[in-house]
Nanobody
Framework: QVQLVESGGGLVQAGGSLRLSCAAS????????MAWFRQAPGKEREFVAV????????NYADSVKGRFTISRDNAKNTVYLQMTSLKPEESAVYYC????????????????WGQGTQVTVSS
């Protein structure tokens, strides 16, 4: 069982930056691929970024490549999402997710989810 708690969301102006954090419980954190998804009102939850259990492989949605960076610190049981050059259309609730094994980009492939953290980008 893994419990995830996100933090770091807030209000930022367009073009600004935020860093999200996701703290995980459990001693097997290093065996889980960790991902970030986001969901805007009235829209489907969508993939943002994923990092492999060892932190050596990452994958990003095309819309965030070059602006967002996912990373993890297995010693701290924490995964991060550094977001730069934020756009108003990226306002959403951002969710951290975990799955045992290899990284995936599909919502249904993830077993554990945090409660989400709101990111609002003003124009």
């Amino acid at each position: 069982q893994v419990q995830l708690v996100e933090s770091g969301g807030g209000l930022v102006q367009a073009g600004g930056s935020l860093r999200l954090s996701c703290a995980a419980s459990g001693r097997t954190f290093s065996t889980y691929a960790m991902a970030w998804f986001r969901q805007a009102p009235g829209k489907e939850r969508e993939f943002v970024a994923v990092v492999s259990w060892g932190g050596t492989r990452t994958n990003y949605a095309d819309s965030v490549k070059g602006r967002f960076t996912i990373s993890r610190d297995n010693a701290k049981n924490t995964v991060y999402l550094q977001m730069t050059s934020l756009k108003p259309e990226e306002s959403a609730v951002y969710y951290c997710a975990a799955r045992y094994g290899f990284e995936r980009v599909v919502v249904d492939d993830y077993d554990y989810w945090g409660q989400g953290t709101q990111v609002t980008v003003s124009s």
